[in-house]
């Protein structure tokens, strides 16, 4: 797939959009300023663009402006949240819009769903000898097929996309079974969670936090 082209004039931000999205194994390019992005989009392709509103010189809505008739699939990030804000910018033929600050799983899961729609960028997924096919919705272990149950394959993609931050048990529950409550009065997620251990092979690499929730964590080199 082709990279992500992300554009903030906040370089911190750009770099935190970036660090999301390259844990979650997309490749991304950030520029901090519309006419920085303009020129680099004249001169290669991208999947995806990330883009703020408020920039000085060209802002994201000339930007869009540009990029529109190309077909450019472009997710808004901005900190204008108000409604009138979002429906402009869907209206001027944003594909999403997200407004700052963002739970980095609902960007990397946002993200997908655009470029999903779109046709563009299916993504696999690899964490030692396992491999998910999220366009096919496969998983294979060394090769061989691995059959998950929809819960568990959610749980999954969940866990690869975080890799080595700890997720609360009350997030995995309402991401998964859209229930945070339920983390309370019910052990299904570690059920799920003893499930993928013994069917990927994952014993010590899906990380117990006692009293919080869980962490898939990074493989270490020579694994």
């Known amino acids: 797939m082709k990279p992500i082209l992300i554009v903030d004039d906040e370089a911190a931000i750009a770099e935190l959009i970036r660090r999301t999205l390259a844990g979650a194994g997309y490749d991304c390019v950030a520029v901090t300023d519309g006419a920085a992005a303009a020129d680099l989009l004249e001169r290669e392709a ?3 663009v990330l883009l703020d509103i408020m920039m000085p010189g060209v802002d994201g809505y000339d930007l869009l402006r540009w990029l529109r008739p190309g077909g450019m699939p472009v997710v808004f990030i901005t900190a204008k949240g108000t409604t009138a804000d979002k429906v402009k910018g869907l209206h001027m033929g944003a594909d999403d819009y997200i407004v700052k600050p963002f739970d980095p799983a609902e960007l ?16 696999a997924l690899h964490a030692w000898d396992v491999t998910v096919d999220t366009a096919a919705c496969e998983v294979r272990r060394g090769g061989a097929p691995v059959a998950l149950t929809p819960r568990e394959y959610e749980l999954l993609l969940i866990l690869l996309r975080n890799r080595g931050h700890v997720l609360y048990r009350s997030y995995l529950y309402e991401a998964v079974w859209g229930d945070e409550d339920a983390a309370e009065t019910t052990r299904t997620l570690d059920t799920h969670i003893q499930r993928l251990r013994r069917k990927l092979g994952w ?21």
Do not use: C, P, Q
């Open 203 to 223: 014993a010590d690499k899906i990380r117990t936090v006692h009293g919080v929730g869980y962490a898939l964590r990074e493989e270490e080199k020579g694994e």
């Open 46 to 48: 991208f999947d995806l």
């Open 108 to 123: 990397v899961a946002r993200v997908e769903s655009v470029l999903r729609r779109a046709g563009r960028g299916a993504l």
